[in-house]
């Protein structure tokens, strides 16, 4: 069965230091990558996505940047954090099958305060 | 754009049932559900493609009308083990971007 792992799963941080998460898939090959943020009481928007190695996706623009070096690692990174960084952070995998109809599985996630 | 969800808030008592509404101004592909529980990671319930199917899973059923650009989430006869934040999730047609709204919070008091 697949698996999803993130890590570190909190984390705090001061502001203009650098971040690197972490996301694994396990038991699939090929998949679609996704990272969310989530601020507090608020909804997942996406932030990155990747249907394959080195293939990155921005749809926000902001100081976050992400890199697939392996088919089922994703990193997000920042070189320089601010405050409004901080958030729940969720990665999400999907089998690659028609656009639209892949259901994502998500991560644990991590929890990043920004101080 | 991101679909619109209501009500924001709901509290129910064990037993009553409740009805989550999503719509998007936008032509839909599919509609995906989630419930995600305070601190945790959003768990998903059920897909819904384009065509109006309804779907179900134990005491949960969703509907998808194309027409109306809606779907809907349905809880029967509720239980503590529901309350949670449900998101709903869609996609236009060809697009991997899943655009939630600001979910729903419900709470199932004994």
């Known amino acids: 069965s697949q698996t999803i792992h993130q890590w570190p799963a909190t984390l705090v941080q001061p502001v203009g230091s650098p971040l690197s998460l972490e996301c694994t898939v396990e038991?699939?090959?090929?998949?679609?990558l996704y990272w969310y943020r989530q601020a507090a009481g608020r909804g997942l928007q996406l932030l990155f996505y990747?249907?394959?190695?080195?293939?990155i996706s921005s749809e926000v623009p902001q100081n976050l940047s992400a890199s697939r070096p392996q088919d089922r690692q994703f990193i997000l990174s920042s070189k320089k954090l601010l405050l409004s960084d901080s958030g729940f952070y969720l990665c999400?995998?999907?089998?690659?099958?028609?656009?639209?109809?892949?259901?994502?599985?998500f991560g644990p996630g991590t929890r990043l305060l920004v101080l | 754009q991101q679909p619109v969800q209501s009500p924001q808030a709901v509290i129910l008592r064990e037993g009553e049932d409740a009805v989550i509404n999503c719509s998007s101004s936008?032509?839909?592909?599919?509609v995906h559900w989630y419930r995600q529980k305070h601190g945790e990671a959003p768990v998903f319930l059920m897909i819904?493609?384009?065509?109006?199917e309804q779907k179900g899973h134990e005491k949960i059923s969703a509907s998808f009308n194309e027409k109306k650009q809606q779907s809907s989430l349905y809880l029967t006869a509720s239980q503590l083990s529901y309350s949670g934040t449900y998101f709903c999730?869609?996609?236009?047609?060809?697009?991997?971007?899943?655009?939630f709204g600001k979910g729903t919070k419900l709470s199932v008091i004994p």
């Open positions: 038991g699939t090959s090929n998949p679609n």
């Open positions: 990747s249907v394959g190695i080195g293939q």
């Open positions: 819904l493609l384009k065509g109006g």
């Open positions: 936008k032509a839909l592909y599919s």
């Open positions: 999400a995998w999907s089998a690659s099958l028609d656009r639209g109809q892949e259901t994502q599985y």
């Open positions: 999730g869609v996609t236009g047609a060809g697009s991997y971007q899943l655009t």
